[in-house]
Every structure is written in C-alpha cells, then in structure tokens.
C-alpha cells in the first residue's frame, strides 16, 4: 500500500483534520521485483557468457556453467556430465556440482541410459517435470528401481543435453528440487541458451587440448631428432679432422675444410634445437659464476670476424673489466647469435659496431648493423620461437631459434633483451644483466 496524508487547514490555517489517500500498489512492486530478477539474470547470463566464451580450461567452463545455471534456475544442486574420450579412445565422463558436495554423488556413479536420463544423453531434448518421482519413465530400472538410498532428493527436474555443433552430444545439465514444480518455462529457456554457448566453448577447449597435444607431440619430435643427430654427426667430424690432418696435399684439404666448415652449421643448428627442446622441457642448465663480461666479447668478436671477410666488427667499451655473474658459455652462445645476424641478415653492409655499456645497477651490451632494419611490426615478433620476416631475407636460411634462445638466456640471467630499428637504417640489438652486488 503507498499511503499519503495531507493535513486539512480552514482559512486561518488551522489544521483542521487530515486527508488521506491509500493506493494499492501490489502490481507496480510486482512489476519492479520482476524486473530486478530479470536484471540479475541477465547479469549472470552476460557473466557466464563471457567467461566461458573466454576460457579454454575445460573445467573451469563446466564448473562455472554449472553454477551460474543452478543459479539461474533456483535448483537446489546441479550437475554437468561430460563425456569425454581419453588417450586410449575411451568414454568416460567427468561431472561437476553446484548446490551440493562432491561426495553426495561420486558413491553412485555416472547416470546411466535409463528412460529417464536416455532424452538427456542421446540428444533429444529437454526433460522437465514437476515431479519426477511420478513420471511413468522413472523408477523401471534394477537395482534401486528409482533414486538410490542416500541419493539427494529430486522432486522437481530439469535435463538439457548441450550438444556440440557438429550434432554429437557433449553431456548434460542436471537440476533438482525436493519440490515439485520448481523449474519453468522460462528457467528451461536459460539454460538451453547457456548450454549453447557452453557447447561451443567446450569444442574450442578441445580443439585447444588437441593443438596443444600436438604441440607437445612436435617439441618432442624436436628433442629425439635433434639427440639422434648429434652422436653420427660427431663421429663425421671427427673422422673428417682425422682425414684433415693426414691429407697434406693442396686441393683435397681445401675440400674437407668446406666439409667441416658445413659440419660445424649442422652441429650448431642441431645443438639450437636441442636447447630449444631443453627450453621446452623446463631442462636448460646454467653453469653460474663470477665471469668479466669484457674477454667474451672479444673472443665472440674473433670468433665471427674469423668467417666474415666483408664485414668489420668494432668496440668500444666504457670499462676494463666487466665483472657479471652467469654462464659464460650461455652468454657468448648471445653474443655470437647477434654477431652473426648482424652479418647474416646485412650482406650489404661492410660493418658491424659492438658496445658495452656501464648504468649503476646494470651493464648493456648492443651490437648494431647498417643492414635493411626490420619493420615495426615484426620487430616484437623476431623472439619468438621459429619467428622468421621470411619477406625480408627469402634467400637466408635459418630456423627462427637463435633470437629465442638468447632471450631465454638473458631472461634466465635476469636480464633483459631488445632490439630498435627502422627500416632501412639497420638495426641494434641489446641486451642488458645486472650487475652482481658488491
Ligand atoms: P634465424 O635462425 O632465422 O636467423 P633468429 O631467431 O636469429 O633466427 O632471428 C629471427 C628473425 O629475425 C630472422 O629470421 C630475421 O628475419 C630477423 N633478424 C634477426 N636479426 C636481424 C638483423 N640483425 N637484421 C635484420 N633482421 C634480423
């Protein structure tokens, strides 16, 4: 009732009695309670939405699925069965609640293909009743003939099959009541709309799974190749360092310095790839000490100027000694990387300028080449693992790794590693550690 009393003066302004004006207003606070339980619906439905349009962690959509429909549909429990095929190929079926614990359920197994649950599983349709205990379909099946003992009681319910969109039949929702008549039209509406966008989110985590399966599948492949190569491709370099050092004449061994030059590019692209499947598996070991960065540099400059007639290396350094903490080895394996995309990817250029740098808390080391850059938009890409600008340099082989395993490395020292560039101007790569603590 909205109530309103207004007071009743004569002409000298005395209040002289009251007026009073009662309204019913049982359908306009109908009508506002409605809207707001649509507005708290749609709430949720926009949620859930959302979240599971977003997520690819299977059990992280069924869960939250099924507890935005129990929700929804004011069930006291829920339940999502999901059918699933292992590795082996075979069904089984994983399940998550709302409302009620897992234990509640886990003791009687999965649902079976009874006349009940046949609708839900094999795609039928909707199952909605107000009291299932007096359906005709319920209670025809051995042993328990209804409801096991102990089993949550369901008077009212409601089954939506989710259905992927391709036909096949991905499970089911379960909802109960110990009520009858608890679930509506409206309610059956819900959730057949959450349960079409849960069937399309659950087909992308698969999808995901099995990209992500694959994947698994390819680095390993990567790890036993690349450990296979290595032993015959070690005893063809020795050999051919056996045969270099009895062969004396002129021509031959100019030979066989070409065969173990090439050797040596197999070794170190076989050896990248073996790091990256040591990355992938969490393996790469560091061999950490105290090292002066200075020497490292020098020896990966000779190291590179030794195959690079055209092009010639310089550097500057700020300081005599560079004292870092790391793996030396790891750190030049950095080093030769630039140096040798500096050469490799500016086959134009003539030169090359290295850098080593001193801030208080960190020493930086760049290597710059005057070769054609690289594009803005490729240049947040080129650390990523078999990133290649392949429009750039069709002619120049590679694999995509070095600049991923460097920023393994540099991430693993706790440094950091970049580069800047405009195309054209050529590029500068960095890469910065910190320095060890006095
Ligand atoms: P790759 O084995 O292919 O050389 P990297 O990981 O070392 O692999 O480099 C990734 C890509 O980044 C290269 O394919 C190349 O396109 C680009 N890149 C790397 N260094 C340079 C450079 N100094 N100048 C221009 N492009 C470069």
Redesign the pocket.
């Known amino acids: 009732m909205s109530l309103t009393v207004s007071p009743v003066v004569d002409h000298t302004g005395k209040v002289i009695g009251a007026s009073k004006i009662a309204r019913d207003i049982t359908q306009q606070k109908l009508t506002q309670q409605r809207a707001k339980k649509y507005t708290v619906r749609l709430e949720i439905m926009n949620m859930v939405m959302s979240a599971i349009s977003e997520e690819l962690d299977l059990n992280k959509i069924l869960q939250k699925v099924t507890d935005a429909t129990t929700e929804l549909t004011g069930a006291q429990f829920g339940a999502f069965f999901y059918n699933k095929l292992d590795a082996a190929g075979e069904s089984y079926t994983l399940f998550t609640l709302s409302g009620a614990p897992r234990e509640a359920f886990e003791k009687f197994g999965m649902p079976r293909n009874t006349a009940v649950f046949h609708p839900t599983f094999s795609g039928e349709g909707v199952v909605r009743v107000d009291d299932i205990t007096k359906d005709p379909r319920y209670g025809k099946n051995d042993p328990y003939h209804g409801m096991p003992k102990g089993h949550l009681p369901v008077v009212s319910y409601l089954a939506v099959p989710v259905v992927s969109r391709n036909g096949h039949v991905i499970g089911g929702l379960f909802f109960g009541h110990q009520e009858p008549a608890m679930f509506t039209e409206e309610h059956e509406a819900l959730v057949i709309s959450i349960a079409a966008q849960a069937a399309i989110s659950l087909d992308n985590a698969k999808l995901f799974e099995e990209v992500r399966a694959l994947n698994d599948k390819k680095d390993e492949f990567i790890g036993l190749a690349s450990h296979e190569l290595k032993t015959p491709l070690s005893s063809v370099n020795g050999y051919l360092q056996i045969l270099d050092r009895q062969i004396k004449e002129e021509a031959p061994k100019k030979f066989l310095q070409k065969a173990l030059n090439q050797v040596g590019r197999i070794t170190s692209l076989v050896n990248d790839l073996l790091d990256v499947s040591k990355i992938e598996a969490g393996k790469l070991q560091l061999t950490t000490a105290d090292f002066d960065l200075k020497p490292i540099i020098e020896e990966s400059i000779e190291l590179i100027q030794h195959s690079a007639a055209k092009h010639t290396i310089s550097f500057t350094s700020e300081m005599g000694h560079c004292p870092v903490q790391g793996d030396a080895q790891r750190i030049e394996q950095v080093i030769v990387?630039l140096l040798s995309?500096?050469i490799?990817?500016?086959p134009k250029a003539d030169k090359v300028e290295v850098s080593l740098k001193c801030t208080a808390e960190k020493v930086i080391v760049s290597v710059k080449?005057l070769?054609?850059?690289?594009a803005k938009d490729k240049l947040k890409n080129?650390f990523t693992r078999f990133?290649?600008?392949d429009e750039?340099?069709p002619n120049i082989s590679?694999?995509?790794?070095?600049?991923?395993l460097a920023h393994e490395i540099i991430t693993r020292h706790h440094g950091e590693i970049w580069a800047e560039s405009k195309l054209g101007e050529g590029?500068t790569?960095f890469f910065s550690l910190p320095k060890p603590l006095a």
């Not at 070769?371 to 690289?374: L, M, N, Y």
């Not at 590679?398 to 991923?404: C, N, Q, R």
């Open positions: 990387n995309n500096a490799k990817y500016a080449d070769g054609p850059g690289i080129i990133y290649r600008i750039a340099s590679g694999l995509g790794i070095g600049l991923y590029s790569f």
